[in-house]
């Protein structure tokens, strides 16, 4: 295993605040941090988050909001928010982010990763880097001595790190490479990490396919799980790039991929990166090579959709309707093309995960509702139009 040296420095932090609490974090050399915990009555600003989601009338548990204050770059100041709630009998974590321009997006981070029959807490945390500065404060997950700390990305919900210190700050910690499935230990003598060592585990810390209890939180674990298999399909990916008409990027853009599942069918040189032709689906096209990785494994959510009323499912934008989807069909969202999306309904798989095989075409974006990820379908939470 590769030795690394760490610079994530362990927490040092005060007893969890208690709910209805509040308290600010202050840095020579970044924002301010103004924290509130809560449990049932909801701060204004947790209540406006929440106002056009589905959970706007149910009970909450408890949560955190935190806003930062950096008066240089006002623009840049982001809200978070991490709170458990009730849920039509259901414990849902829900997250959100929040820019002055932008207003709030919400999701559900998941349904499943608090431990069953466990107290918890939701606090919030800063971030040290290796000189012992505050880089960012995140939400958290709290268990006792046992801390996850979340991060949220277009829709989805991570680890970003696990923390487990005895007082004398003694114990380990275990931080993740999203979206990569990297995770990797440093234990800690007296609040210093050591060495750090690397695991590659078969399923990323995403919150909506791994529970708290199931979280790799010690180094045995982690060797049980070390290099096992990718859970989802491997290939060639594709991800945040044009699809090409040509070897150029000046050509035509046949859509914009967001994380995709191609076939190499040929390559041309190019200035950093050679080009590939790549055949995704029944679409065929060139993407700069910067953009295509092979036997990755794709750890981020696809997003999805859902037909709104019977439509047509076409072989390109400009050809004919392939066939007819019913009302309520749902399909994953490759690539964005100028008013249309290019989709694959899933033939097998995981549901989770991107599918590499499947019946693939191109619909209309008025004609469908656009979710983060399916979980998000599964409650009713559309995805932020952009």
């Known amino acids: 295993m590769k030795k690394l040296l760490v610079l994530l420095l362990v927490t040092l932090w005060p007893a969890?605040?208690?709910?209805?609490?509040?308290?600010?974090?202050?840095?020579?050399?970044?924002?301010?941090?103004?924290?509130?915990?809560?449990?049932?009555?909801?701060?204004?600003?947790?209540?406006?988050?929440?106002?056009?989601?589905?959970?706007?009338?149910?009970?909450?548990?408890?949560?955190?909001?935190?806003?930062?204050?950096?008066?240089?770059?006002?623009?840049?100041n982001r809200q978070m928010l991490l709170m458990a709630l009730e849920h039509e009998g259901t414990t849902l974590l829900v997250h959100g982010t929040a820019l002055p321009d932008t207003g709030w997006e919400v999701w559900v981070a998941s349904d499943t990763f608090l431990r069953a029959g466990e107290d918890f807490a939701i606090s919030a945390r800063p971030r040290y880097n290796s000189l012992g500065q505050v880089v960012m404060v995140w939400p958290t997950i709290e268990y006792g001595q046992e801390i996850f700390y979340i991060g949220g990305y277009e829709g989805s919900s991570y680890v970003y790190l696990y923390s487990h210190l005895d007082e004398q700050q003694n114990g380990v910690q275990i931080s993740t490479n999203y979206p990569e499935r990297a995770y990797s230990l440093a234990p800690v003598q007296n609040g210093k990490p050591g060495d750090t060592d690397s695991y590659w585990v078969g399923r990323p810390a995403r919150l909506d396919?791994?529970?708290?209890?199931?979280?790799?939180?010690?180094?045995?674990?982690?060797?049980?799980?070390?290099?096992?298999?990718?859970?989802?399909?491997?290939?060639?990916?594709?991800?945040?790039?044009?699809?090409?008409?040509?070897?150029?990027?000046?050509?035509?853009?046949?859509?914009?991929?967001?994380?995709?599942?191609?076939?190499?069918?040929?390559?041309a040189p190019g200035i950093d990166f050679p080009w590939y032709q790549l055949r995704i689906g029944d679409t065929v096209g060139w993407m700069s090579g910067a953009y295509v990785i092979?036997?990755?494994?794709?750890?981020?959510?696809?997003?999805?959709?859902?037909s709104s009323r019977e439509i047509g499912l076409y072989l390109s934008p400009d050809g004919e309707v392939k066939q007819t989807l019913p009302a309520g069909m749902t399909m994953q969202i490759l690539a964005d093309c100028n008013g249309w999306y290019h989709v694959v309904l899933p033939e097998e798989g995981d549901p989770w995960?991107?599918?590499?095989?499947?019946?693939?075409g191109y619909v209309r974006m008025g004609d469908v509702t656009e979710y983060a990820t399916l979980l998000n379908m599964k409650y009713g939470v559309p995805a932020r139009k952009k």
């Open 16 to 76: 969890m605040a208690a709910c209805g609490e509040a308290w600010t974090v202050e840095t020579d050399d970044n924002p301010i941090y103004h924290i509130e915990t809560f449990d049932e009555t909801l701060p204004e600003e947790a209540r406006q988050a929440l106002a056009s989601t589905p959970f706007a009338g149910d009970a909450s548990i408890r949560g955190v909001l935190i806003n930062e204050a950096n008066k240089e770059y006002p623009e840049m």
């Open 209 to 267: 396919i791994i529970s708290a209890a199931e979280f790799p939180n010690t180094r045995e674990k982690l060797q049980a799980l070390d290099n096992t298999p990718w859970s989802g399909v491997g290939g060639t990916y594709v991800y945040a790039a044009h699809l090409r008409e040509k070897p150029t990027g000046k050509s035509r853009s046949l859509g914009t991929y967001r994380w995709a599942i191609g076939e190499k069918l040929g390559s």
């Open 294 to 306: 092979d036997d990755h494994g794709q750890a981020q959510p696809p997003a999805v959709a859902k």
């Open 353 to 360: 995960e991107l599918a590499a095989s499947g019946t693939f």
